[in-house]
């Protein structure tokens, strides 16, 4: 053991020592300085989608103490947006989401929030930065600190975004209807990150593909007839048949879906009926549909529109009252530009160091609305990627049989900010500066 101790060590010696870029330990500094009260700021303080009014005002201050950095609010609702011009070149969307979510935190954290508003729905509720939303907007700020310090390095002009809403995937459409691209310069490229609890604090990883699925809410109603429970052949009860409908949609899951291509249909709330003896005249279903390609979404989504009419025909409604399908939020896969992707992970070694890079692998059907930016015809080339959040030390507890490591949003949900901030600020510079090189050609 000693021996081979001493010849890892010679072999250290021999090979040459990684080198972070200097602007990493810069970001450290300023995080120790002042961005991580900022950030505990924002965790104290978060704010539902679409609602995010204090979080988005305290944004567009920072980013306007950029200098030479333009800023506009109000875009897409409570959407900020911030131009860093630098001469000739490519332009890069870098965004960040702010929104935070209708959970009441019990993570036990010093500035654990205690905050409550009311939400677009109209329900007043708990809120918690659950998902890290936090620590992206300080990441955003970080990075727009560090490339305004760095414009010797780069040619071009960076579009900071700070977006509302993402935990409904609404915020990134209504910031382009509002003119994201019109208003302001339009990137080829756009980037952003999100933090990982699942990932060790300090690694990063992209997948060159596929990086998060689509998600579709969908709400269905099933119109019955009321009548006395005692009396069933009077009405037609919309309890039994919406039963019937959450079945019949796994068929679609087990039986129509190419079992190769990954799909999900959860229904997540069935809301009918006000007593033990009263058959109600309508149920409510709220279903989420995942995939990972547009022809199974679009399967899929046909495929609950049909089965659901069935169910009413199979029940006897008429035409005119069987369940009624109606899609009202979506959003598509967030598919990574592979070559982009490829020379970006690149870039990850060459920054972090090999060990700090870990190969992508998609663990589940979350969704993002990043797709939004860089989707269809758009002609925007996209790099997502995933920033590790917790320490080797909260594995190893949880591997023990301690407290598992809290999930997204859990009220548990804790992510080392720090971590985040600083590796996230840091590659998200890396990224920008290799995109922005001086002297290369404007990407068509
Ligand atoms: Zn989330
Ligand atoms: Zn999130």
Not at 185 to 204: F, I, M, R
Not at 206 to 216: G, L, M, P, T, V
Not at 274 to 290: G, P
């Amino acid at each position: 053991m000693r021996h081979l101790l001493a010849a890892t060590a010679l072999l250290f010696i021999a090979t040459p020592a990684f080198a972070e870029p200097e602007y990493a330990a810069a970001i450290r500094a300023d995080y120790d300085q002042t961005l991580g009260a900022m950030w505990d700021d924002f965790h104290r303080h978060p704010e539902l989608s679409f609602k995010e009014v204090r979080t988005a005002a305290k944004m567009a201050a920072a980013l306007r103490s950029v200098k030479g950095m333009q800023v506009s609010e109000k875009v897409g609702g409570t959407g900020v947006v911030g131009v860093l011009r630098n001469g000739d070149g490519p332009v890069v969307l870098v965004r960040a989401d702010m929104d935070g979510l209708p959970v009441e935190e019990k993570s036990g954290l010093p500035n654990a929030s205690k905050a409550r508003q009311i939400g677009v729905d109209g329900v007043d509720t708990p809120v918690m930065h659950a998902c890290g939303h936090d620590t992206h907007i300080v990441g955003l700020f970080a990075t727009a600190r560090r490339l305004a310090a760095l414009k010797d390095r780069w040619a071009g002009t960076v579009v900071f975004v700070v977006q509302p809403a993402e935990e409904r995937v609404e915020g990134a459409a209504a910031m382009l209807r509002d003119g994201l691209y019109t208003r302001f310069p339009k990137p080829q490229y756009a980037l952003a990150y999100h933090s990982n609890s699942e990932g060790l604090a300090g690694t990063v990883s992209a997948s060159e593909d596929i990086q998060y699925s689509s998600s579709d809410s969908v709400d269905i109603v099933v119109p019955g007839v009321g009548a006395h429970g005692a009396s069933p052949h009077t009405g037609k009860d919309p309890v039994y048949m919406a039963s019937q409908l959450v079945i019949a949609l796994q068929g679609l899951i087990s039986r129509e879906r190419q079992p190769l291509n990954p799909g999900v249909i959860t229904v997540g709330s069935f809301h009918a009926g006000l007593k033990h003896n009263i058959i109600s005249d309508e149920a409510k279903l709220q279903v989420t549909v995942r995939a990972n390609d547009e022809a199974t979404r679009k399967q899929l989504l046909e495929g609950i529109e049909r089965v659901a009419r069935g169910i009413g025909e199979l029940n006897g409604m008429p035409a005119d009252k069987v369940p009624v399908v109606k899609v009202v939020e979506g959003t598509p896969t967030t598919r990574n530009d592979a070559p982009l992707s490829r020379r970006l992970n690149a870039v990850m070694v060459e920054t972090l160091g090999a060990d700090r890079v870990v190969p992508f692998q998609q663990k589940g059907m979350g969704a993002e609305d990043f797709a939004a930016f860089v989707q269809g015809d758009l002609n925007v080339k996209g790099y997502y990627f995933t920033v590790g959040g917790t320490q080797q030390s909260a594995f190893d507890a949880a591997a023990s049989g301690g407290p598992p490591v809290p999930s997204h949003h859990s009220p548990l949900f804790k992510v080392d900010p720090r971590a985040v901030v600083t590796t996230g600020a840091t590659a998200m510079t890396a990224a920008v500066l290799d995109l922005l090189k001086p002297g290369q050609a404007r990407a068509g």
